[in-house]
């Protein structure tokens, strides 16, 4: 009667190990197929929406240099500075001509003022007037003249300041303090206007790109500091070069440190349907994945296949290969 009531007793606790108590699988779902989006790695270079050239709008000596490679400038600030030693000069010559023609045009007044009083009484011609009259007008046209090229040697030497075009980082700085530049001559490079990811593409994926498509920046270490973990396709050009397609992504926070720098994005290529399930629902037995699905005669355990986690519209799901159908029905814990 003892071995009895013991075996009894044996039986149930296995059956109890065996069949999960009430209530751990509760919920039940049914598997349909979901459209999930297969991306690329490919790496993209951060580069700058455009490079300004800083160039000096006059010749002469680099006399001062304020910037280098990695300095951060806004627009409008100097950043070097051009001499020409034959503006002193010319300005000298300029302030000549005026003291010369002021002196002459001061002399053709007074005189015009003395024959306009003699005619008055009687003791000059009309024809002498008109003279210096007209000398007077001459004299003043060649003053204006001259004051105006000397406004010219003046501006001439304040366009030896050069200024930064646009706000951004200096990019480089091909000439050094003391060398001899042209008119039109780059001073500086600088990245400006933004940042923003340039992608080279096999052509074979050049369908599948649209403007508005996520993309996955990065991943760990190839991501850079502080960088979002997304962007999106902003342009997709139309021709392409050595069998690649164009692309730019626009990211929020690009860190403009390196000009240049390459960043792994996974961009979308594809679109497929898989079958996936919740994460939760894959129970491991014996290095065997399985899945408790409801069927007709009960409850039973499928050993399935699992594949990564894919992004569905219901949030992320473990993708399964093998073992499940569309239409099962699965239970969750």
């Known amino acids: 009667m003892r071995a009895r009531h013991f075996l009894i007793s044996s039986v149930l606790g296995l059956a109890s190990a065996v069949v999960p108590a009430a209530g751990v699988f509760a919920a039940e779902e049914v598997v349909r197929p979901v459209a999930v989006v297969d991306s690329k790695a490919v790496y993209g270079r951060i580069e700058s929406r455009f490079v300004v050239p ?10 001062d240099l304020d910037v ?9 600030r100097p950043i070097a500075r051009v001499v020409d030693e034959k503006l002193a000069l010319q300005l000298n010559a300029a302030d ?7 002196s002459q045009l001061d002399n053709a007044k007074v005189e015009f003022d003395r024959t306009t009083a003699l005619l ?20 003043t046209n060649q003053m204006n003249q001259a004051e105006a090229e000397r406004a010219v040697v003046l501006q001439q030497a304040t366009e030896g300041s050069v200024v930064a075009p646009a706000a951004g980082r200096v990019l480089t700085v091909p000439i050094r303090r003391g060398s001899v530049v042209l008119p039109g001559e780059q001073v500086a490079t600088i990245a400006a206007g933004g940042l923003f990811l340039r992608l080279a593409i096999p052509e074979r994926h050049a369908p599948l790109l649209k403007a508005g498509a996520r993309v996955a920046i ?16 902003e342009k997709v050009y139309p021709q392409i070069e050595s069998g690649r397609v164009i692309a730019d992504v626009a990211v929020e ?8 720098e390459r960043v792994l994005v996974r961009v979308p290529v594809a679109t497929r349907e898989v079958l996936a399930v919740p994460d939760t629902a894959v129970m ?20 399935v296949v699992t594949g990564g986690l894919v ?21 969750l814990p």
């Open 218 to 233: 990065g991943e760990g270490d190839s991501r850079p500091a502080g960088q979002a973990t997304q962007g999106t396709i």
């Open 68 to 76: 280098t490679e990695g300095s951060v400038v806004e627009a409008g």
């Open 96 to 102: 000549a001509r005026i003291r010369a023609v002021s």
């Open 311 to 331: 992004d569905t519209p219901a949030g992320p799901r473990r993708e399964i290969l093998t073992g499940l159908r569309s239409g099962d029905r699965v239970i």
């Open 54 to 63: 800083a160039r000096s709008r006059i010749g002469g000596t680099l006399v």
């Open 253 to 260: 926070g690009l860190p403009d440190r390196f000009v240049g």
């Open 120 to 139: 008055a009484r009687g003791a000059a011609t009309q024809q002498r007037v008109d003279q210096l009259r007209t000398q007077v007008d001459v004299l």
């Open 284 to 303: 491991l037995r014996a290095g065997i994945d399985f899945i408790r699905v409801a069927t007709a005669t009960g409850e039973r355990d499928v050993a």
